[in-house]
Nanobody
Framework: QVQLVESGGGLVQPGGSLRLSCAAS????????MGWYRQAPGKERELVAN???????NYADSVKGRFTISRDNAKNTVYLQMNSLKPEDTGVYYC??????????????WGKGTLVTVSS
């Protein structure tokens, strides 16, 4: 009923930048929180950043000052601008959203993920 599609991942050198996008589509009444998670090889999935309806934002300590999350409610899209990338940022980045569907049911959705590789 609702799909999240990520884009923007790829290979980048240390110190470089990438911008990830996640677009939600389907039967959407309203989206509450949207966020980005990542999973590095051999590690647990962790929160990178999220943004709520009141525009409050949370960042993982490891990305503060380097990453910026934003959203465009008219496009049902969330972005993650990643600057000064480090090899430790390598992983699969997943979009997540809390969505009030057209049936007025609150559901949590995950995207399929996009791979970010930071390497020289």
């Amino acid at each position: 009923q609702v799909q999240l599609v990520e884009s923007g991942g790829g290979l980048v050198q240390p110190g470089g930048s990438l911008r990830l996008s996640c677009a939600a589509s389907g039967s959407i009444f309203r989206i509450d929180a949207m966020g980005w998670y990542r999973q590095a090889p051999g590690k647990e999935r962790e929160l990178v950043a999220n943004i709520h309806n009141d525009n409050s934002i949370n960042y993982a300590d490891s990305v503060k000052g380097r990453f910026t999350i934003s959203r465009d409610n008219a496009k049902n899209t969330v972005y993650l601008q990643m600057n000064s990338l480090k090899p430790e940022d390598t992983g699969v980045y997943y979009c997540n959203a809390d969505v009030w569907t057209g049936r007025i049911v609150l559901m949590n959705y995950w995207g399929k993920g996009t791979l970010v590789t930071v390497s020289s």
